[in-house]
């Protein structure tokens, strides 16, 4: 089945250390985004990239980085630099071509929780 | 500058009862509109979409929208309730048109209960 993973569901952190999300696709995907959501304020969006080798910063790309070295794959480094990274992270990937270009699909989602 | 907003962060009915979550859209342009639906600890998953085709726009799990121009809304409902049905709720605008899918605009989300 086509679908979006991402790894792994639970993530504890200590303060001071970074740590990896993995995100990734075979839904053949161009575009890929990277989003944080807190209680009660929606998905904000922290990075995205349209094309492999190429991203752009969101609105809250503060302390985080990206790659994206294969166009299934996305992973996000939550740094050290993040001063509240305790949330909930989803990635999404859309299409740019064809009909549901609007449309973002989503994976399961990582919980990070900062000890 | 786009933006929406979900009226009420929390609603609550009974079961079989009507459901109706409340979504405003602000878009200078004809905006593209989505529905998703999250359960605990999941991801989005989309529930309806209006494309500019027919106004009135139907979903999965019984759910369906209507875009009315005159009032910039986009309200969700459902005619009956199931207890399946207790999940968070977001509204989304886009441009039309727009093929980088990155001015996705979400609303806060509705969090909707279902009372036996």
């Known amino acids: 089945d086509g679908g979006i993973t991402q790894s792994p569901k639970y993530l504890f952190r200590k303060e001071g250390q970074n740590v990896t999300l993995s995100c990734e696709q075979n839904?053949?995907?161009?575009?890929m985004y990277w989003y944080r959501q807190d209680p009660g304020q929606g998905l904000r969006l922290i990075y995205y990239?349209?094309?492999?080798?190429?991203?752009q910063k969101g609105d809250i790309a503060e302390g985080y980085s990206v790659s994206r070295e294969k166009k299934e794959s996305f992973p996000l480094t939550v740094t050290s630099a993040q001063k509240n990274p305790t949330a909930f992270y989803l990635c999404?990937?859309?299409?740019?071509?064809?009909?549901?270009?609007?449309?973002?699909?989503f994976g399961p989602g990582t919980r990070l929780t900062v000890l | 500058a786009q933006s929406v907003t979900q009226l009420g962060s929390h609603v609550s009915v009974s079961e079989g009862a009507l459901v109706l979550l409340r979504c405003n859209y602000s878009s200078s342009v004809p905006p593209y509109l989505f529905w998703y639906v999250q359960y605990p600890n999941q991801g989005l998953q989309l529930l309806l979409k209006y494309t500019s085709a027919a106004t009135l726009v139907k979903g999965i799990n019984g759910f369906e929208a209507e875009f009315k121009k005159s009032e910039t809304s986009f309200h969700l409902t459902k005619p009956s309730a199931h207890m399946s049905d207790a999940a968070e709720y977001f509204c989304?605008?886009?441009?039309?048109?727009?093929?980088?899918?990155?001015?996705?605009?979400f609303g806060s989300g509705t969090r909707l209960s279902i009372r036996p």
């Open positions: 989304a605008v886009t441009l039309s048109g727009y093929s980088s899918a990155s001015k996705i605009i």
């Open positions: 839904l053949n995907h161009d575009a």
């Open positions: 990239s349209q094309i492999v080798n190429d991203f």
């Open positions: 999404a990937s859309s299409t740019l071509s064809g009909v549901n270009t609007d449309t973002q699909y």
